[in-house]
């Protein structure tokens, strides 16, 4: 099923990476689009990111760390006196 694109930019963008990539159009397309989706379906939740770096680092949450600021802590960070 043929692709029909009429906006500058994608074309444009398309011209760049088919010549970076030393390839055709059509295959620049492909590979783009496979490494778009390669990179969501792998894409790390924030939680996930966290608890990486905590296991990376050796850092562990108690029950302090875990409850939450009171309202003051973040009102003091925000004072711009």
């Known amino acids: 099923m043929p692709i029909n694109v009429n906006n500058p930019e994608a074309d444009a963008l398309t011209r760049k990476f088919?010549?970076?990539a030393g390839v055709g159009i059509t295959d620049a397309i492909v590979i783009a689009m496979k490494e778009a989706i390669e990179r969501r379906r792998?894409?790390?939740t924030?939680?996930?990111t966290a608890a990486r770096l905590r296991a990376k680092?050796?850092?562990t949450l108690d029950d302090a760390a875990r409850k939450p600021l009171?309202?003051?802590v973040f009102d003091t960070?925000?004072?711009e006196d």
Do not use: T
Request: net charge negative.
């Open 18 to 20: 088919a010549e970076m």
């Open 42 to 44: 792998n894409k790390e």
């Open 46 to 48: 924030p939680r996930e």
């Open 57 to 59: 680092h050796g850092v």
């Open 70 to 72: 009171p309202r003051e």
């Open 77 to 79: 960070m925000w004072d």
